[in-house]
């Protein structure tokens, strides 16, 4: 690895596990951090199959995951008032700005959260 590290949101580990190209070429060479919220909604979809379940696990393993802390939560609280942004947006925000590492998205609602640095994706 480089030594580039990131934040990435659900969507773009999605795109990821759904064959993006674009997307692997761009997390190719990078420590990828998800916040606990990312590794939980990756299991969202109903009915995953053994192999999905599986996929999603390999990728997990190549992440490192963000627990929950008292700092990610306050930034979190902060966030919430103000931006309007859904608790678990929030949370991955506060993530990204707790870590202070880029947050790699395609949903453009990050825009409005103040103190982040977004790498918007256009898929």
């Given at each position: 690895?480089?030594g580039?590290?990131?934040?990435?949101?659900?969507?773009?580990?999605?795109?990821l596990?759904n064959g993006?190209?674009?997307?692997?070429?761009?997390l190719?060479?990078?420590?990828?951090?998800?916040?606990?919220?990312?590794?939980l909604?990756l299991?969202?979809?109903?009915?995953l199959?053994?192999?999905?379940?599986k996929?999603?696990?390999?990728?997990?393993?190549s992440?490192?995951?963000?627990?929950?802390?008292?700092?990610?939560?306050?930034?979190?609280k902060?966030?919430?008032q103000?931006?309007?942004?859904?608790?678990?947006d929030?949370?991955?925000?506060?993530?990204?700005?707790?870590?202070?590492?880029?947050l790699?998205?395609?949903?453009?609602?990050?825009?409005k959260?103040p103190?982040?640095?977004?790498?918007?994706?256009e898929?």
């Amino acid at each position: 690895m480089d030594g580039i590290s990131i934040v990435s949101d659900t969507n773009p580990l999605i795109y990821l596990l759904n064959g993006n190209r674009e997307v692997a070429n761009y997390l190719d060479g990078k420590q990828v951090w998800i916040s606990v919220i990312t590794e939980l909604e990756l299991f969202g979809k109903k009915d995953l199959s053994t192999n999905e379940i599986k996929e999603i696990n390999l990728l997990l393993e190549s992440c490192f995951i963000a627990e929950m802390n008292l700092h990610i939560k306050q930034i979190t609280k902060d966030l919430m008032q103000k931006a309007s942004v859904k608790l678990p947006d929030a949370i991955v925000a506060a993530t990204a700005i707790y870590l202070d590492f880029p947050l790699l998205t395609a949903d453009t609602g990050f825009e409005k959260v103040p103190g982040l640095n977004l790498i918007l994706l256009e898929v």
